[in-house]
């Protein structure tokens, strides 16, 4: 059964570093050309994509937003890591997690998490 | 541009069918996928690579794609499809745009 879980902070203050982690299970990061994206809702609107890392490294970043943020994995432990430096109370959202199956590689997330909602505020 | 672009409302009665676009430059090279989101929910892919549906998803879904236009079609509109969707494409080999989302209702 494949599963993805974000875990982190609730609350951050602005001008902090915001570290997300997603733990997989049912598959392994390490197969394939299989990816997983970190993807961010604000409250009431819509989607936005932020990065993906594939099981071979390979990185992208959104172009607003490239600056402040770094994907990594850690196939041993299963997780996908996101830092994003600097955080601003527009930063507030769920930020999910997706899952890019090798069969559909660069065209759709086959899973997501349930999301973690991040508040911005001092 | 490589912005996406969805109506932010579509009104359908039980038992329609309902149409709702995607469009954007150059989106005919790309493929197209469809999320399905309810409130409090996460996204739930409907269809992928523009025509294909996942295994579990009802029949009345489907999809299509012609010039820089996708669209997602639900035909016999159940009040359980009141949802918002949100369509999906890659921008280049590596990069990924969502459409601003289209709230579907059923009434």
């Known amino acids: 059964q494949v599963t993805l879980k974000e875990s982190g902070p609730v609350l951050v203050k602005p001008t902090e570093t915001l570290t997300l982690t997603c733990t997989v299970s049912g598959f392994s990061l390490t197969n394939g050309r299989l990816g997983v994206s970190w993807i961010r809702q604000p409250p009431g609107k819509a989607l936005e994509w932020l990065a993906h890392?594939?099981?071979?490294?390979?990185?992208s970043y959104s172009t607003s937003l490239k600056s402040r943020l770094t994907v990594s994995k850690d196939t041993s432990k299963s997780q996908v890591v996101l830092n994003m430096t600097n955080m601003d109370p527009v930063d507030t959202a769920t930020y999910y997690c997706?899952?890019?199956?090798?069969?559909?590689?660069?065209?759709?997330?086959?899973?997501w998490g349930q999301g973690t909602l991040v508040t911005v505020s001092s | 541009s490589d912005e996406v672009t969805q109506p932010p409302s579509v009104s359908v009665s039980p038992g329609q069918t309902a149409s709702i676009t995607c469009s954007g430059d150059?989106?005919?090279?790309?493929?197209v996928c469809w999320y399905q989101q309810k409130p409090g929910q996460s996204p739930v892919l409907v269809i992928y690579?523009?025509?294909r549906r996942p295994s579990g998803i009802p029949e009345r879904f489907s999809g299509s794609s012609s010039g820089n236009t996708a669209t997602l079609t639900i035909s016999g509109t159940q009040t359980m499809d009141e949802a918002d969707y949100y369509c999906q494409a890659w921008k280049s080999s590596s990069d990924v745009v969502f459409g601003g989302g289209t709230k579907l209702t059923v009434l």
């Open positions: 890392i594939f099981s071979n490294g390979e990185k």
């Open positions: 150059k989106l005919g090279d790309k493929y």
């Open positions: 997706a899952r890019i199956p090798a069969a559909l590689a660069g065209t759709a997330y086959d899973y």
């Open positions: 690579q523009d025509t």
